[in-house]
Protein backbone atom coordinates (compact mmCIF):
# COMPACT_ATOMS: atom_id res chain seq x y z
CA UNK A 1 0.00 0.00 0.00
CA UNK A 2 1.16 3.63 -0.72
CA UNK A 3 1.52 5.85 1.84
CA UNK A 4 -0.26 8.78 0.40
CA UNK A 5 -3.45 9.52 2.63
CA UNK A 6 -6.78 10.48 0.72
CA UNK A 7 -9.54 12.03 2.25
CA UNK A 8 -12.53 11.10 0.23
CA UNK A 9 -15.91 13.40 1.17
CA UNK A 10 -18.62 11.59 -0.29
CA UNK A 11 -22.14 11.27 1.47
CA UNK A 12 -23.49 8.40 -0.91
CA UNK A 13 -22.94 5.07 0.29
CA UNK A 14 -22.26 3.13 -2.96
CA UNK A 15 -19.75 5.48 -4.02
CA UNK A 16 -17.97 5.39 -1.31
CA UNK A 17 -17.92 1.75 -1.71
CA UNK A 18 -16.67 1.98 -5.18
CA UNK A 19 -14.01 4.75 -4.75
CA UNK A 20 -12.44 2.84 -1.83
CA UNK A 21 -12.25 -0.79 -3.49
CA UNK A 22 -10.61 1.27 -6.59
CA UNK A 23 -8.22 2.56 -4.18
CA UNK A 24 -7.07 0.24 -1.94
CA UNK A 25 -3.38 1.06 -2.71
CA UNK A 26 -3.54 4.36 -0.76
CA UNK A 27 -4.62 5.16 2.68
CA UNK A 28 -8.44 6.52 2.58
CA UNK A 29 -10.40 8.15 5.07
CA UNK A 30 -14.07 8.72 4.47
CA UNK A 31 -16.30 11.70 5.37
CA UNK A 32 -19.60 12.27 4.73
CA UNK A 33 -20.35 15.23 5.43
CA UNK A 34 -18.39 18.83 5.73
CA UNK A 35 -18.28 18.91 9.06
CA UNK A 36 -16.79 14.97 8.92
CA UNK A 37 -14.08 16.80 6.39
CA UNK A 38 -13.14 19.29 8.60
CA UNK A 39 -12.35 17.39 11.51
CA UNK A 40 -10.23 14.89 9.45
CA UNK A 41 -7.96 17.37 8.16
CA UNK A 42 -7.76 19.23 11.66
CA UNK A 43 -6.68 16.24 12.52
CA UNK A 44 -4.03 14.30 9.47
CA UNK A 45 -2.29 15.29 6.97
CA UNK A 46 -3.55 14.13 3.38
CA UNK A 47 -2.21 14.19 -0.21
CA UNK A 48 -5.51 14.16 -1.98
CA UNK A 49 -8.91 15.29 -1.52
CA UNK A 50 -11.48 13.70 -3.93
CA UNK A 51 -14.91 15.72 -2.95
CA UNK A 52 -18.21 15.42 -3.70
CA UNK A 53 -20.12 18.48 -4.98
CA UNK A 54 -23.71 17.92 -3.30
CA UNK A 55 -22.74 17.12 0.57
CA UNK A 56 -25.60 17.06 3.31
CA UNK A 57 -24.68 20.02 5.09
CA UNK A 58 -22.90 22.19 2.08
CA UNK A 59 -21.37 22.36 -1.14
CA UNK A 60 -18.11 20.98 -2.58
CA UNK A 61 -17.44 24.05 -4.46
CA UNK A 62 -18.19 26.79 -1.09
CA UNK A 63 -16.17 23.67 1.10
CA UNK A 64 -13.49 24.20 -1.86
CA UNK A 65 -13.08 27.95 -1.86
CA UNK A 66 -12.82 27.69 2.22
CA UNK A 67 -9.89 25.20 2.09
CA UNK A 68 -8.30 27.34 -0.29
CA UNK A 69 -8.28 30.03 1.59
CA UNK A 70 -6.20 28.60 4.32
CA UNK A 71 -2.91 28.66 4.34
CA UNK A 72 -1.80 25.18 5.38
CA UNK A 73 -4.43 23.36 3.14
CA UNK A 74 -4.24 25.78 -0.03
CA UNK A 75 -1.74 23.29 -2.15
CA UNK A 76 -4.02 20.44 -0.70
CA UNK A 77 -5.14 18.76 -4.56
CA UNK A 78 -8.74 18.73 -4.71
CA UNK A 79 -10.47 16.58 -7.37
CA UNK A 80 -14.33 16.67 -7.68
CA UNK A 81 -15.97 13.31 -8.18
CA UNK A 82 -19.38 14.19 -8.63
CA UNK A 83 -22.82 13.64 -11.09
CA UNK A 84 -22.78 17.32 -11.86
CA UNK A 85 -21.48 16.71 -15.37
CA UNK A 86 -22.40 19.68 -17.54
CA UNK A 87 -19.73 21.61 -18.69
CA UNK A 88 -20.63 24.93 -16.66
CA UNK A 89 -20.59 22.82 -13.48
CA UNK A 90 -16.84 21.42 -14.40
CA UNK A 91 -15.43 24.88 -15.55
CA UNK A 92 -16.59 26.34 -12.27
CA UNK A 93 -15.13 23.49 -10.33
CA UNK A 94 -11.68 23.61 -12.09
CA UNK A 95 -11.93 27.74 -12.31
CA UNK A 96 -12.07 27.33 -8.36
CA UNK A 97 -8.26 25.45 -8.33
CA UNK A 98 -9.59 21.94 -8.64
CA UNK A 99 -7.10 19.63 -9.90
CA UNK A 100 -9.67 17.40 -11.79
CA UNK A 101 -12.86 17.02 -11.89
CA UNK A 102 -14.30 13.34 -12.68
CA UNK A 103 -18.22 12.30 -13.84
CA UNK A 104 -20.07 9.90 -12.15
CA UNK A 105 -20.36 6.76 -12.63
CA UNK A 106 -17.03 6.20 -11.94
CA UNK A 107 -14.93 3.78 -14.06
CA UNK A 108 -12.72 2.22 -11.79
CA UNK A 109 -9.21 2.00 -13.59
CA UNK A 110 -9.73 5.89 -14.57
CA UNK A 111 -10.10 7.07 -11.31
CA UNK A 112 -7.49 5.27 -9.91
CA UNK A 113 -5.76 7.08 -12.91
CA UNK A 114 -6.06 10.18 -12.61
CA UNK A 115 -5.68 10.19 -8.75
CA UNK A 116 -2.20 8.34 -9.40
CA UNK A 117 -1.49 11.47 -12.10
CA UNK A 118 -2.41 13.99 -9.29
CA UNK A 119 -0.58 12.47 -6.70
CA UNK A 120 2.60 12.67 -9.41
CA UNK A 121 1.85 15.85 -10.35
CA UNK A 122 1.79 16.97 -6.59
CA UNK A 123 5.49 15.68 -6.32
CA UNK A 124 4.35 12.88 -4.83
CA UNK A 125 6.11 9.88 -6.04
CA UNK A 126 3.36 7.24 -6.53
CA UNK A 127 5.56 4.57 -7.17
CA UNK A 128 7.84 5.09 -3.92
CA UNK A 129 10.37 6.21 -5.50
CA UNK A 130 11.60 10.28 -6.19
CA UNK A 131 10.46 12.85 -4.69
CA UNK A 132 12.02 16.57 -6.11
CA UNK A 133 11.20 19.86 -4.75
CA UNK A 134 13.87 22.28 -6.36
CA UNK A 135 17.08 21.29 -6.10
CA UNK A 136 16.28 18.96 -3.34
CA UNK A 137 15.93 15.14 -4.28
CA UNK A 138 14.15 12.72 -2.06
CA UNK A 139 15.07 8.94 -2.49
CA UNK A 140 11.87 7.50 -0.58
CA UNK A 141 13.05 3.78 -1.10
CA UNK A 142 16.70 4.45 -0.09
CA UNK A 143 15.78 7.40 2.73
CA UNK A 144 18.08 9.05 1.11
CA UNK A 145 18.98 13.05 0.05
CA UNK A 146 20.64 14.82 -2.60
CA UNK A 147 21.05 18.34 -3.54
CA UNK A 148 21.49 18.46 -7.15
CA UNK A 149 22.61 22.16 -8.16
CA UNK A 150 23.02 22.85 -12.29
CA UNK A 151 24.99 20.13 -14.02
CA UNK A 152 27.20 19.70 -10.87
CA UNK A 153 26.51 15.57 -10.03
CA UNK A 154 24.03 15.28 -7.08
CA UNK A 155 25.40 15.55 -3.69
CA UNK A 156 24.37 13.38 -0.66
CA UNK A 157 23.46 14.66 2.18
CA UNK A 158 23.73 12.58 5.40
CA UNK A 159 20.31 12.35 7.33
CA UNK A 160 18.98 10.39 9.97
CA UNK A 161 15.95 8.87 9.25
CA UNK A 162 14.14 11.22 11.69
CA UNK A 163 16.06 14.39 9.75
CA UNK A 164 15.03 12.85 6.67
CA UNK A 165 10.94 12.13 7.04
CA UNK A 166 10.74 16.01 8.46
CA UNK A 167 12.56 17.21 5.96
CA UNK A 168 10.27 15.10 3.40
CA UNK A 169 7.25 16.05 5.29
CA UNK A 170 8.31 20.07 5.02
CA UNK A 171 8.72 19.55 1.33
CA UNK A 172 5.81 17.44 0.82
CA UNK A 173 3.69 20.59 2.03
CA UNK A 174 5.98 23.70 1.19
CA UNK A 175 5.54 26.75 2.39
CA UNK A 176 3.00 26.02 5.03
CA UNK A 177 3.65 26.10 8.59
CA UNK A 178 3.69 22.70 10.17
CA UNK A 179 3.36 22.23 14.05
CA UNK A 180 5.57 20.32 16.05
CA UNK A 181 2.54 18.27 16.78
CA UNK A 182 2.54 17.34 12.84
CA UNK A 183 6.19 17.00 12.08
CA UNK A 184 5.95 14.84 15.55
CA UNK A 185 3.28 12.77 14.22
CA UNK A 186 5.03 12.23 10.74
CA UNK A 187 8.22 11.26 11.81
CA UNK A 188 8.06 9.69 14.61
CA UNK A 189 6.81 5.96 15.12
CA UNK A 190 6.82 6.46 18.93
CA UNK A 191 5.85 9.81 19.41
CA UNK A 192 5.22 9.65 23.58
CA UNK A 193 9.09 9.11 23.75
CA UNK A 194 9.99 12.72 22.01
CA UNK A 195 8.66 15.96 23.38
CA UNK A 196 8.40 19.70 21.44
CA UNK A 197 12.19 20.42 21.92
CA UNK A 198 13.30 17.23 20.01
CA UNK A 199 11.75 18.99 16.65
CA UNK A 200 13.21 22.20 17.38
CA UNK A 201 16.81 20.85 18.10
CA UNK A 202 16.67 18.35 14.86
CA UNK A 203 15.37 21.94 13.00
CA UNK A 204 18.55 22.93 13.97
CA UNK A 205 20.57 20.08 12.78
CA UNK A 206 18.34 20.17 9.42
CA UNK A 207 18.94 23.66 8.55
CA UNK A 208 22.83 23.47 8.93
CA UNK A 209 22.87 19.91 6.77
CA UNK A 210 20.63 22.03 4.00
CA UNK A 211 22.40 25.23 4.30
CA UNK A 212 24.01 24.99 0.54
CA UNK A 213 20.11 24.53 -1.13
CA UNK A 214 17.70 26.71 -2.44
CA UNK A 215 15.75 26.05 0.74
CA UNK A 216 15.78 26.92 4.04
CA UNK A 217 12.76 26.12 7.06
CA UNK A 218 11.96 28.79 8.92
CA UNK A 219 9.98 29.09 11.98
CA UNK A 220 6.73 30.25 12.27
CA UNK A 221 5.51 32.33 15.02
CA UNK A 222 2.88 30.08 16.76
CA UNK A 223 2.52 27.72 13.70
CA UNK A 224 5.81 25.90 14.02
CA UNK A 225 8.33 25.45 11.02
CA UNK A 226 7.82 25.85 6.66
CA UNK A 227 9.74 24.97 3.95
CA UNK A 228 10.71 27.91 1.80
CA UNK A 229 12.27 29.37 -0.84
CA UNK A 230 15.44 31.00 0.52
CA UNK A 231 16.34 34.43 -0.12
CA UNK A 232 19.43 34.01 -3.47
CA UNK A 233 21.45 36.68 -1.65
CA UNK A 234 21.14 34.77 1.73
CA UNK A 235 22.21 31.41 -0.02
CA UNK A 236 25.58 30.95 0.93
CA UNK A 237 27.94 30.11 -1.15
CA UNK A 238 29.30 27.11 -2.13
CA UNK A 239 31.32 24.82 -4.73
CA UNK A 240 27.86 23.26 -5.72
CA UNK A 241 26.05 27.38 -6.33
CA UNK A 242 28.67 29.59 -7.23
CA UNK A 243 27.80 31.37 -10.31
CA UNK A 244 24.36 29.90 -10.16
CA UNK A 245 21.16 32.71 -10.48
CA UNK A 246 18.90 30.28 -7.78
CA UNK B 1 -34.12 -1.76 -16.06
CA UNK B 2 -30.46 -2.88 -14.66
CA UNK B 3 -27.48 -2.06 -17.10
CA UNK B 4 -25.42 -5.00 -15.97
CA UNK B 5 -22.48 -3.94 -18.28
CA UNK B 6 -21.86 -1.32 -16.04
CA UNK B 7 -20.85 -3.98 -13.28
CA UNK B 8 -17.78 -5.31 -15.40
CA UNK B 9 -15.72 -2.31 -14.78
CA UNK B 10 -15.66 -3.35 -10.93
CA UNK B 11 -14.12 -6.80 -12.15
CA UNK B 12 -10.06 -5.93 -12.28
CA UNK B 13 -11.18 -5.09 -8.57
CA UNK B 14 -11.94 -8.16 -7.75
CA UNK B 15 -9.47 -9.03 -5.60
CA UNK B 16 -9.04 -13.44 -4.93
CA UNK B 17 -10.46 -14.54 -1.97
CA UNK B 18 -11.90 -11.70 -0.90
CA UNK B 19 -15.90 -11.01 -0.69
CA UNK B 20 -17.77 -10.46 -4.13
CA UNK B 21 -17.65 -7.04 -4.62
CA UNK B 22 -20.69 -6.63 -6.94
CA UNK B 23 -22.54 -8.45 -3.92
CA UNK B 24 -21.14 -6.04 -1.77
CA UNK B 25 -21.80 -2.77 -3.80
CA UNK B 26 -25.58 -4.16 -4.12
CA UNK B 27 -26.34 -4.90 -0.12
CA UNK B 28 -25.03 -1.30 0.38
CA UNK B 29 -27.61 0.06 -1.93
CA UNK B 30 -30.24 -2.06 -0.69
CA UNK B 31 -29.70 -0.81 2.79
CA UNK B 32 -29.22 2.97 1.99
CA UNK B 33 -31.62 3.05 -0.83
CA UNK B 34 -35.03 2.54 0.84
CA UNK B 35 -34.63 5.53 2.90
CA UNK B 36 -33.70 7.30 0.30
CA UNK B 37 -37.03 6.90 -1.23
CA UNK B 38 -38.92 7.52 1.79
CA UNK B 39 -37.41 10.54 2.20
CA UNK B 40 -38.08 11.86 -1.66
CA UNK B 41 -41.84 10.78 -1.07
CA UNK B 42 -42.16 12.64 2.42
CA UNK B 43 -40.37 15.41 1.03
CA UNK B 44 -43.19 15.20 -2.33
CA UNK B 45 -46.03 14.93 0.40
CA UNK B 46 -44.57 18.08 2.87
CA UNK B 47 -43.96 20.22 -0.89
CA UNK B 48 -39.92 20.45 0.68
CA UNK B 49 -38.63 20.98 -2.71
CA UNK B 50 -35.24 21.45 -1.55
CA UNK B 51 -35.62 17.99 0.35
CA UNK B 52 -36.77 16.59 -2.66
CA UNK B 53 -33.89 18.19 -4.56
CA UNK B 54 -31.05 16.76 -2.36
CA UNK B 55 -32.54 13.31 -1.91
CA UNK B 56 -33.68 12.37 -5.33
CA UNK B 57 -30.12 13.63 -6.37
CA UNK B 58 -28.13 11.47 -3.86
CA UNK B 59 -30.48 7.95 -4.87
CA UNK B 60 -29.99 9.12 -8.68
CA UNK B 61 -26.09 8.80 -7.70
CA UNK B 62 -26.57 5.31 -6.33
CA UNK B 63 -29.04 4.21 -8.89
CA UNK B 64 -26.72 5.47 -12.16
CA UNK B 65 -23.46 4.03 -10.45
CA UNK B 66 -25.37 0.51 -9.89
CA UNK B 67 -26.83 0.46 -13.97
CA UNK B 68 -30.22 1.15 -12.94
CA UNK B 69 -30.46 4.03 -15.31
CA UNK B 70 -34.51 4.30 -15.83
CA UNK B 71 -34.83 4.85 -11.98
CA UNK B 72 -31.73 7.32 -12.30
CA UNK B 73 -33.66 9.06 -15.00
CA UNK B 74 -36.63 9.39 -12.56
CA UNK B 75 -34.74 10.82 -10.11
CA UNK B 76 -33.41 13.88 -11.87
CA UNK B 77 -37.18 14.39 -12.88
CA UNK B 78 -37.79 14.65 -9.30
CA UNK B 79 -34.40 16.57 -8.44
CA UNK B 80 -35.78 19.05 -11.23
CA UNK B 81 -38.65 19.52 -9.70
CA UNK B 82 -37.51 20.39 -6.56
CA UNK B 83 -34.45 22.14 -7.80
CA UNK B 84 -37.27 24.53 -9.73
CA UNK B 85 -39.55 24.96 -6.31
CA UNK B 86 -42.35 22.79 -8.83
CA UNK B 87 -43.59 20.05 -6.46
CA UNK B 88 -47.22 19.36 -8.49
CA UNK B 89 -48.78 16.99 -9.96
CA UNK B 90 -46.51 15.11 -12.66
CA UNK B 91 -43.88 15.51 -9.28
CA UNK B 92 -46.37 13.82 -7.28
CA UNK B 93 -46.90 10.96 -10.32
CA UNK B 94 -43.36 10.32 -11.08
CA UNK B 95 -42.78 9.34 -7.32
CA UNK B 96 -45.43 6.92 -7.64
CA UNK B 97 -43.28 6.00 -11.21
CA UNK B 98 -40.13 6.08 -9.01
CA UNK B 99 -41.84 3.84 -6.20
CA UNK B 100 -42.95 1.27 -8.76
CA UNK B 101 -39.49 1.17 -10.60
CA UNK B 102 -37.32 0.98 -7.54
CA UNK B 103 -39.53 -2.46 -6.21
CA UNK B 104 -38.48 -4.00 -9.28
CA UNK B 105 -34.73 -2.97 -9.36
CA UNK B 106 -34.74 -4.26 -6.16
CA UNK B 107 -36.35 -7.67 -6.70
CA UNK B 108 -33.73 -8.08 -9.60
CA UNK B 109 -30.62 -7.00 -7.57
CA UNK B 110 -31.84 -9.32 -4.49
CA UNK B 111 -31.74 -11.76 -7.07
CA UNK B 112 -28.13 -11.32 -7.31
CA UNK B 113 -27.01 -12.10 -4.31
CA UNK B 114 -26.59 -16.08 -2.90
CA UNK B 115 -29.40 -17.75 -1.05
CA UNK B 116 -30.15 -16.15 2.38
CA UNK B 117 -27.86 -17.99 4.99
CA UNK B 118 -29.97 -19.89 8.01
Known sequence: MSSARILLVEDNPVDQSIVTAALTKYQVT????????????????????????????????????????????????????????????????????????????????????????????????????????????????????????????PRQINLTTLEFNVLFHLAHHFDVPLSREQLLEAAWSQKDEVSDRSVDSLISGLRKKISSSQYQIKAVYGSGYRLERRATSSRPETPANKGSQN | MIDRTIWERWSSLQQEGEPNLVHQLIEVF?????????????????????????????????????????????????????????????????????????????????????????
Open chain 1, 30 to 153: KAGTVADANTALARELFDLVILDINLPDGNGFEFLKELKSLARLRQLPIVFLTNLSEVPARVQGLNLGAQDYICKPVDPSELCARVDARLRLGGRAVGGEIFLKGDLQFNLGMRQLFIVSGSEP
Open chain 2, 30 to 118: LASSEGSVQEIEKSIAAKYAKGLAFHAHSLKSSAASLGANQLAELCLKLEKAGRDNQIDQAAESSARELRTEYEAVKRELVKELPAQRG
